[in-house]
Structure formats: structure tokens, C-alpha cells
């Protein structure tokens, strides 16, 4: 399909487990961003890129969160020894170019449940 | 922390009109006002956005006020559908969400 992709779409970890979630953007889109959304809440920002280039990982909540996008298109979130705190979808989006004047699209999310 | 304030909720009768008040009143003069919605179990989907003239397309309209202090979403005719959490943002290069507007379209 045409949208952002994102796999698995649930993932089940017991806690201590690593788990990475990908996100394939749409192709040639240049700005891709990850949130974490627990449940009742809004989208909460994480990191942001533009193509490989990782322009604000403010967002983080802690240093198990890690995210790459080495060859600027698909992109991995991980999350080291997972606590039950991480237990949240995971979304991810992109859009066609830098700056601030473009829509995002986004994925269906990843549903993460830490046990 | 989100530059918006939204009302938590809202009803709209079918059919009707759905006006979503947002206020923005620290909004920078190259920032955006971006409007999202999401259903239950989705993906937030882009409805709309504009910088300081008004805008519309297929789904909805987008009213700024002069001083860009704040805006109104305007769904023309509700259906069920439309039922949704409404997040007006205000874009920088982060995108950051707020609460959102809890949109209930009864029949």
C-alpha cells in the first residue's frame, strides 16, 4: 500500500524483554516522527527525523529508548529491559518534506503490551 | 507541552454543523495550525491546516483569526461517522499533540 506501515501491529513482551517496532514511511517522504500513546491519552511526541538525520529526541522518556533510521526511509524504535510503563501504541509518521508547511500522514500504530 | 487549549468535549447533532473552537494565543508568526482527528483504534488522520488565511478542502474548513490567537474547525454536515478525538496542533518541526475535543455526532 501507499501509507505508512508500520510492523508487528501487537507485540506482547514480558518485562526485561527488548523490543524494536518498524515503521516504513511512505516512500521519498523526508520527515518521519514516532509517539507513544497510552490509553485515554493523546499522542505524545518522542523523536523526530529528517531523512537520517535525528533533529529532536526530546521526546524520549528515558535512555532504554533508542531510534534509528540509518539509510533515511525505515525507521526502528527500541525499548531495552521494557517495564510495564512502556505499555502504550506506538505510532509513527512521516511526511514529504522538512519543515513545518506539510501534512503527516500516519500508520496504524503498534500495540505494545509489557507483562 | 502543547501551545493549544480544546474543550474536552463536545456534541453535534447529525447533519448538523460541528464548529471545534481551538485557542493558540502564543502561536509564532511561521507557525501552522494543524488540525487531526482519531477514531477509535486508528492512526490520527490529517484533516487540514493553514497558516493565516482560511482554509477548506473535501472534509472540513479552517477559520483563523486575524490576530492567529486562535481557530475553528468547521465540519459542514456531521454524519456518524465523524464521531472522533479532534487535536488541533500548532506545528513546529515536533508536531506535538494536546488532550484533544471528544467529538460525539448523535443520530
Known amino acids: 500500500g501507499a501509507g505508512v506501515s508500520q510492523s508487528p501491529r501487537y507485540k506482547v513482551a514480558k518485562r526485561g524483554q527488548d523490543v524494536a517496532l518498524r515503521c516504513d514511511p511512505i516512500?521519498?517522504?523526508?520527515?518521519l516522527f514516532w509517539y507513544q500513546q497510552a490509553l485515554g491519552q493523546g499522542p505524545e511526541f518522542l523523536t523526530y527525523?529528517?531523512?537520517?538525520?535525528?533533529?529532536?529526541k526530546s521526546g524520549l522518556p528515558s535512555d532504554r529508548f533508542f531510534a534509528e533510521r540509518p539509510e533515511g526511509s525505515v525507521s526502528t524504535l527500541k525499548i531495552q529491559r521494557t517495564q510495564q510503563e512502556d505499555s502504550a501504541v506506538y505510532l509513527c509518521?512521516?511526511?514529504?518534506?522538512?519543515?513545518?508547511?506539510?501534512?503527516?500522514?500516519f500508520g496504524q500504530g503498534t500495540r505494545l503490551t509489557v507483562v | 507541552d502543547a501551545k493549544t487549549t480544546q474543550p474536552p468535549s463536545m456534541d453535534c447533532a447529525e447533519g448538523r454543523a460541528a464548529n471545534l473552537p481551538c485557542n493558540h494565543s502564543t502561536i509564532s508568526g511561521n507557525e501552522y495550525v494543524y488540525w487531526y482527528r482519531q477514531i477509535h483504534s486508528q492512526g490520527p488522520q490529517y484533516i487540514i491546516h493553514g497558516l493565516k488565511n482560511n482554509e477548506t478542502n473535501e472534509m472540513a474548513s479552517l477559520i483563523i483569526t486575524e490576530d492567529r490567537k486562535s481557530s475553528t474547525l468547521i465540519l459542514p454536515h456531521a454524519t456518524l461517522r465523524d464521531t472522533a478525538v479532534y487535536y488541533c496542533i500548532v506545528r513546529a518541526f515536533d508536531m506535538r499533540f494536546g488532550a484533544g475535543t471528544r467529538l460525539t455526532v448523535k443520530p
Open positions: 527525523f529528517q531523512n537520517e538525520a535525528q533533529l529532536d
Open positions: 516512500s521519498g517522504h523526508v520527515s
Open positions: 509518521a512521516s511526511s514529504r518534506r522538512g519543515g513545518v508547511s506539510t501534512e503527516a500522514f
